[in-house]
Nanobody
């Protein structure tokens, strides 16, 4: 499975941003999809995940400030983020796993990441 993220960029504190992740090379609907983020020196952390039945799982870092959704017809998963703060600055990665929701396994595929910077 190949994943390509888009939608990152510079946003002011308090602003909103929507990330997209387009998948290809597999039956997209069969995969649990997720968004993780990482800053230098820290481990990659779960932001949100969604399975093929639209069951969702949210990490603590952005709970209440983000919404994950997917469009299986377009092979795309989205992350809508709001009320962004400088602490949300990170590289955001999309992933796909055939088994686990919101967990990383040896079968997890990753996109290349997209930078989100929250700053004035």
């Amino acid at each position: 499975v190949q994943l390509v993220e888009s939608g990152g960029g510079l946003v002011q504190p308090g602003g909103s941003l929507r990330l997209s992740c387009a998948g290809s090379g597999t039956v997209f609907a069969l995969y649990a999809m997720g968004w993780y983020r990482q800053v230098p020196g820290k481990e990659r952390e779960l932001v949100a995940a969604i399975d093929g039945s639209d069951v969702t799982k949210y990490g603590d870092s952005m709970k209440g400030r983000c919404t994950i959704s997917r469009d299986n017809a377009k092979d795309t998963v989205y992350l809508q983020m709001k009320n962004l703060t400088p602490e949300d600055t990170a590289i955001y990665y999309c992933n796909a796993d055939p088994i686990y929701l919101g967990e990383i396994s040896k079968l997890t595929a990753w996109g290349q990441g997209t930078q989100v910077t929250v700053s004035t």
